[in-house]
């Protein structure tokens, strides 16, 4: 049996980092994560998380957590259970609501307080899977010749957490510990030892099952459930459509490399097969995700969020 819960659903995600009374621990989470960037954070506001676009034909955003800290800084704090086709553009979109709420009317000078999107993904990019130990991506808007920062207004930050594997005996840092918790909360027992400072004390008071009344761990186990399920549909339909994309895209490249010349069109026949089956790997894996969602009763709006699939996609299956 867990003895605490486990912060990647949404139950758990939202008690520890979204309520009113434990916002102290999204506050040194995020002071410990961006670190002088924003100075010391030392208040947060919780705002509305779902934004509706002015003009009637704009797309509904709803984030997971969405604040600002005393200088009206914003953060849009999220936590990604399972991969997403156009993730990265669904990040970027979101971000754009934090920036266009800041307009003001009448005469404005078109300053703009920062605007910070932090995502915490229980996987791994697929399209750039680079240094297998890198597990955190900072991203800003920089000059490409320069390499100068062109503006400190806007910046996105995606944590890999299957790639941080410290024990708790290597753990440097006070981030380090924030990021063992995360990842480790719900398969531990007790607190450990490096983990006794008063903040981390009460991440495991809070996480504890114990402590809810029936209707709280009741929710909390539904919530689990959609957890376990919506990870386990996703992920194999990823993998299985990556395989056959890759098994497809190999045979067509061998193919065509013996075609334009046994050496040299081995060699580019092999290339060019590894990119078709990545790319129809990755389609077949959303069109198999969408297939798994409509058959279970999800609702269309949310099957074309979690895919990048359009409606008239998902009504053909």
Not at 232 to 243: C, H, K, P, S, Y
Request: proline residues 3%; contains cysteine.
């Amino acid at each position: 049996m867990e003895r605490y819960i486990n912060p990647f659903t949404d139950f758990g995600f939202k008690k520890l980092f979204g309520e009113e009374a434990n916002k102290d621990l999204l506050i040194d989470f995020l002071n410990q994560l961006l670190g002088a960037e924003t100075g010391i954070i030392t208040d947060l506001t919780y705002l509305r998380n779902e934004h509706i676009g002015a003009a009637q034909e704009d797309r509904k955003a709803i984030f997971d957590l969405y604040c600002q800290n005393q200088k009206g800084e914003r953060f849009i704090v999220e936590l990604q259970k399972a991969r997403q086709k156009y993730f990265k553009d669904r990040s970027l979109y979101y971000s754009t609501f934090a920036i266009q709420e800041q307009a003001q009317t009448g005469e404005w000078s078109f300053k703009l307080q920062r605007v910070y999107t932090v995502a915490i993904m229980d996987f791994v990019f697929d399209d750039a899977p680079g240094n297998p130990t890198k597990f955190i991506h900072d991203i800003g808007l920089f000059d490409a010749q320069t390499h100068e920062r062109f503006t400190d207004k806007i910046r996105y930050i995606y944590l890999e957490m299957p790639k941080f594997n410290k024990g708790e005996d290597e753990l440097d840092s006070q981030f380090d510990k924030w990021l063992f918790v995360l990842k480790n909360l719900a398969a531990l027992q007790d607190v450990p030892v490096r983990l006794q400072e008063r903040i981390f004390r009460k991440v495991f008071e809070v996480a504890e099952l114990a402590r809810y009344n029936p209707n709280d761990r009741q929710s909390y186990h539904e919530s689990l459930k959609y957890y376990r399920d919506i990870k386990n549909v996703i992920d194999t339909a990823w993998e299985e459509g990556l395989e056959k994309g890759m098994e497809e895209g190999l045979a067509k490249g061998m193919e065509k490399g013996m075609e334009e010349g046994l050496a040299k069109g081995m060699e580019k026949g092999m290339e060019k097969g590894m990119e078709k089956g990545i790319e129809k790997g990755s389609e077949a894996a959303s069109l198999a995700i969408a297939q798994r969602m409509k058959a279970s009763g999800m609702p269309t709006v949310d099957i074309a969020r979690l895919t990048g699939l359009t409606p008239n996609q998902i009504d053909a299956l």
